[in-house]
């Protein structure tokens, strides 16, 4: 296995079973028994366990990115309908994993951001960079209207994340969909509001 496929496959086996079992509980040895790599060759391709934890939070921004943009940057669809879509693709996610696996980066922040400050910056990074996301679909809806004008687009953004974020954790906790529904519900009924407002 060449140099770059095997640190690639380092990366993904240990991003699958981190995101099972979080990155404390996930030893070195485990990851490179799963890859199939002799033992001690992970500082070979990696400095630190540290290290390879900010690669690990890379990779996972760059999956959930993806999603992200894939539903959020369609131009084909009205801007708010595009955030409708994308809480359905995860509530469809959600419930063929049973409702346990969660948001990778929302695991990660609970379990590093009080032990890891250079963990802890970089899912800062990574969360801001997803938020970003939401807002600029939130500026799309404003100008063509599906939004009022003065809607604040950043506090919303902010507002829908942390309402995602919670209701995954909730789920997590009663391994239920349930949860998440009744963010989508709660997500609908604004949006119905929001648009009713603007015709009173």
Known sequence: ??????????????????????????????ILQAVGVPKGSFYFYFKSKEDFGLE????????????????????KI????????LFE???????????????PIGN?????????ERLRVHLGIVIETLIAQ????????????SLPASLNAADTARFIFHGFEGAVLHMKV?????????FRNYFSGYLKNVKSSRKN
């Open 108 to 116: 990660l922040s609970l379990e590093l951001a009080d032990t890891n």
């Open 1 to 30: 296995m060449a140099r770059t496929n095997t640190h690639e496959e380092i990366i993904r086996k240990g991003a699958e079973l981190i995101h099972a079992q979080g990155f404390n509980a996930t030893g070195i040895q485990q």
């Open 134 to 145: 939401i807002e600029l679909c939130l500026k799309e809806a404003k100008r063509d209207k």
């Open 56 to 75: 690990i939070i890379d990779y996972f921004n760059a999956m959930i990115s993806g999603i992200f943009t894939r539903y959020l940057a369609d131009k």
């Open 89 to 103: 693709y995860y509530e469809t996610a959600f419930q063929k994993n049973g409702a346990a696996l969660g948001c």
């Open 78 to 85: 009205p801007p708010m309908r595009r955030l409708e879509k």
């Open 174 to 182: 009663v391994k239920s969909i349930e949860p998440f529904r009744a």
